[in-house]
Structure formats: structure tokens, C-alpha cells
């Protein structure tokens, strides 16, 4: 911009800080708005509002919004990071964790050890190896199991999604 779009400006490059040469030379670009003049930085890209405010003409950056959306994204990227890593550790520790029964049930308990696997049993006529299915106790256990990692994994990505909402 030459010295001719400095005065169309108002003015204000003359009373500004920044020197004629700077201007000329294309370090900063100037654009009248309706208080003052917008300074873009051509080296560094910083965006200043100048104002003449009575005491002087005063710059102020603006602030980068794409640096702090940039930031933000990064602290996202970690705590999601952090999130699953933890994630990891539960599973492995509830793997190692006998699951819990919560409530009654109604058989009564085996007398016999209830740890000891049925031998499949082979009919002599056909050769066929019959499996024993699982007990309604064994059922009641593996449902116990998947009701309560359902129930932590609502609960964590609720505390993710507050922790996301609230932060923003």
C-alpha cells in the first residue's frame, strides 16, 4: 500500500508508530474500518485494530482464534488418549476380577463342586458327543457380568461428554 492509501486512512499512518518505510515496503497492510484502521503483520500475520482513542493512536492484537481452536483440538486429542489408555487398564482389571451375582436366585445350590466341568457324554448307539449347556446360574453370572460393564461404560463416556461440553 502506498503512501497515498496511508492518508486515505485517515491519516493515522503518519500517526501511528510504524514508520512510512515499513508501510511502503509492504510489511503491514492497513484497511479503514468505521473506528480506526485494521493493520495486518505481512511477516508475521498478526491482525491489530488501531484506534485513536483522544491520548494517541493505540494497536491491539486481535486474537487468533484458529491458534486457540488449534490448542483446544490438541487438548481433545490427549484427553481422549489418556481416556483410552485408562480404558484399557479397567478392562484388563475387570477381566482379572471375578464377576459379582447381585440378587437371589431361585434353584437351590449344587451340592457337588460347581467349578467342575460335566465330561460330555457319548451315547454308544451313534457316537455323538452331547455338550451340557450352561446353568441358569452361570447364565445369571455372565449377565451380572455384562449389565455392570455396560452400566461403567454409560457412565464414562457421560463423564467424557461433560467433561467435553463443559470445557468448550
Known amino acids: 500500500m502506498g503512501a497515498g492509501g496511508v492518508s486515505a486512512a485517515g491519516g493515522a499512518g503518519a500517526a501511528m508508530a510504524q514508520s512510512v518505510a515499513e508501510i511502503e515496503n509492504g510489511r503491514y497492510a492497513l ?5 480506526g484502521v485494521i493493520r495486518l503483520d505481512t511477516r508475521t500475520g498478526a491482525v491489530s485494530t488501531c484506534s485513536n482513542s483522544g491520548a494517541g493512536w493505540a494497536c491491539y492484537t486481535v486474537p487468533d482464534e484458529r491458534a486457540a481452536l488449534d490448542a483446544e483440538i490438541g487438548r481433545l486429542q490427549a484427553d481422549n ?3 483410552k ?3 484399557e487398564k479397567l478392562k484388563a482389571e475387570l477381566a482379572a476380577r471375578d464377576p459379582v ?9 449344587p451340592k457337588t463342586d460347581p ?3 460335566a465330561e460330555p ?3 454308544e448307539g451313534e457316537r455323538r458327543i452331547e455338550i451340557p449347556l450352561p446353568s441358569d446360574r452361570d447364565m445369571d453370572r455372565v449377565m451380572s ?3 455392570q460393564a455396560w452400566r461403567r461404560l454409560v457412565e464414562m463416556a457421560n463423564r467424557m461428554q461433560k467433561d467435553v461440553t463443559g470445557k468448550i
Not at 31 to 35: E, K, L, N, T
Open 145 to 147: 457380568f455384562l449389565e
Open 101 to 109: 451375582v447381585t440378587g437371589k436366585i431361585d434353584e437351590a445350590l
Open 115 to 117: 467349578l467342575k466341568k
Open 121 to 123: 457324554k457319548v451315547t
Open 31 to 35: 484497511s479503514p474500518v468505521a473506528d
Open 85 to 87: 489408555t485408562e480404558l
Open 81 to 83: 488418549e489418556r481416556s
